[in-house]
């Protein structure tokens, strides 16, 4: 069982679309990353949201922390065919060394 | 600027052989991490080592071992492989709360 649950699994759009990917948990972490991996490499690390509620914007990226700090979302405004990627979130436990990812969304931003 | 480095990048064994994947980072973190992923299921912990001198199992152990031979080196072994262990294994390295460096993955199939 998957402790993250990210939705969709799969998302191919059409380039200048908009997008949300969804990462729930029934725990409550100490913060939620999300990393994106492209393939033949390892996963690289986008954003850090640290406190329940939080909004942060990375260009055309924007992230959000649940209140209850159980789930997150990333939203990508127009997107582009660089975006393409897997996306990976990732909570991280009260201790600060065990980190758990979710499913992942492969997206496909069709140019 | 290598951060973490995994050899071999590609494997191929036969049912019952062993090996041992290693993985060495320079960038003086005290934890580090084998994962494994498969299609539709993200990165699953299979062990950590929170610091020198200590390893502590994840969510996926079983036929797997681990050594954290120093603060830079951390090596996971398969004694006897199993055909459900054919995967990408990402060894990756961090502070406490700070995001995880990954290495670019050994992709390993068993026949």
């Known amino acids: 069982t998957q402790l993250l649950e990210q939705s969709p699994q799969f998302l191919s759009i059409q380039e200048g679309e908009n997008l949300t990917v969804y990462c729930n948990s029934s725990?409550?972490?100490?913060?939620l990353q999300w990393y994106r991996q492209e393939p033949g490499e390892g996963p690289v690390l986008l954003v850090t949201v640290v406190t329940g509620g939080e909004v942060k914007k990375l260009k055309r990226l924007t992230f959000q922390f649940g209140d209850a700090r159980k789930d997150s979302s990333l939203h990508i405004t127009a997107a582009q065919p660089g975006d393409t990627g897997l996306y990976l979130c990732?909570?991280?436990?009260?201790?600060?060394?065990?980190?758990?990812f979710g499913t992942g969304t492969s997206l496909t931003v069709i140019p | 600027n290598a951060g973490v480095t995994q050899t071999p990048k590609f494997q191929v064994l036969k049912t019952g052989q062993s090996m041992t994947l290693q993985c060495a980072q320079d960038?003086?973190?005290?934890?580090m991490y084998w994962y494994r992923q498969d299609p539709g299921m993200g990165l699953r912990l299979i062990y950590y080592?929170?610091?020198?001198?200590?390893?502590d199992k994840g969510e996926v152990p079983n036929g797997y071992n681990v050594s954290r031979l120093n603060k830079r080196e951390f090596s996971l072994r398969l004694e006897s492989a199993a055909p459900s262990q054919t995967s990408v294994y990402f060894c990756?390295?961090?502070?406490?709360?700070?995001?995880?460096?990954f290495g670019d993955g050994t992709r390993l199939s068993i026949l």
């Open positions: 960038m003086n973190h005290n934890s």
């Open positions: 990756a390295s961090s502070e406490l709360w700070q995001p995880q460096h």
């Open positions: 725990s409550v972490f100490s913060s």
């Open positions: 080592s929170a610091s020198e001198g200590t390893t």
């Open positions: 990732a909570g991280v436990t009260y201790t600060g060394n065990q980190f758990y």
